[in-house]
């Protein structure tokens, strides 16, 4: 249902009359006609077409973005994520060269541990070919040793057997130690084979995950694409000109004003042009250079202050128009 309804509210200064169209009964959202009434204040209530709300018999604006601030925003939504997805196109090999790294590095200590093991392999064979030839000598001296003529000669020979006898020992001790190392070796070895197997398939999966990650990273890079360059379509080339120079040299070109500052450079803006933002003008930070815009969504809704009145009957008393949310 619409209701066509004329009030009249008073604003800070003078008289409005406002000529509107009201969705939905008493409460709800329209389109209002503003008119103002000859001789009347000139500070501006809300702007001409503004949407505006009846509330409790009380008429709010709600003030709206212009179309090419929304544009703008837009096109800066869709380059900040144009820009992030690019940025993570180009960390996705990183990813899969870590993968290969920690595969490369388990192969090498594998393979260095495979290599211990034979080197200690081919120390006990010369060890077992030494300490078969010290038995053997020590063998052929215990045999001279019968043949001996002189306490001298027995003497002799008891030392060369005592030696033999010795060095046997003590190279059959290096090859126990040999084979203790070999023991280690082999539990590390196994570990070592497991950790490559891990690291085969982190690997499989890391390269599977990247190629589906830069699937849809292109496929989204062509969806936002498309949108970018629609969106540029919109946008008139001097501004469009000043956006990319700023986005340039700033990284973004547009940002919200709040709290009557800049959040572009957190530097506060002059209450002129806090109050010039808040009428909806797209402007310029004085520190930054950022076109700099005031989002009435942003703000949380306001109360009315003091007496409520009727719509009806009329001309109704109505309260300072105020921002809605
Ligand atoms: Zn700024």
Known sequence: MVIERRVRGKA?????????????????????????????????????GADAVIRSGMLFFIPTVLPV?????????VEVERAQLAQAARALPA???????????????SASLSDAMTREETLRTRLEREIKT??????????????????????????????????????ENEEFESLERTDQHETALAAARAQVEVAGNALDKTRERVGERQKENAARQAELNEERESLRTEIDADMLARFDRI????????TKAQNQQCTGCRIGVRPQVWNQLRDGELLACDSCGRMLY???????????????????????AMAKPRRLS
């Open 12 to 48: 800070a200064e003078g008289y409005w009359h406002y000529c509107q169209t009201v969705a939905g009964g008493s409460d709800g959202a329209g389109r209002l006609e503003l008119r103002r009434t000859p001789g009347a204040g000139t500070r501006q209530a809300g702007p001409e």
């Open 69 to 77: 601030i929304e544009k703008l925003v837009k096109l800066q939504t």
């Open 95 to 109: 990813e899969t060269a870590q993968a290969q790294a920690t595969l490369e590095k388990a192969q090498r200590e």
């Open 134 to 171: 010290h038995r053997d000598k020590a063998t052929r001296y215990r045999t001279q040793l019968d043949t001996v003529t002189t306490p001298a000669q027995a003497t002799a020979m008891e030392k060369e057997i005592a030696f033999a006898v010795a060095e046997v020992e003590r190279l």
């Open 247 to 254: 986005a340039a040299h700033r990284g973004t070109a547009i």
């Open 294 to 316: 005031w989002d009435p969504s942003m703000t949380p809704a306001e109360q009315p202050a003091g007496k409520q009145a009727p719509v009806n009957p009329d001309p109704p």
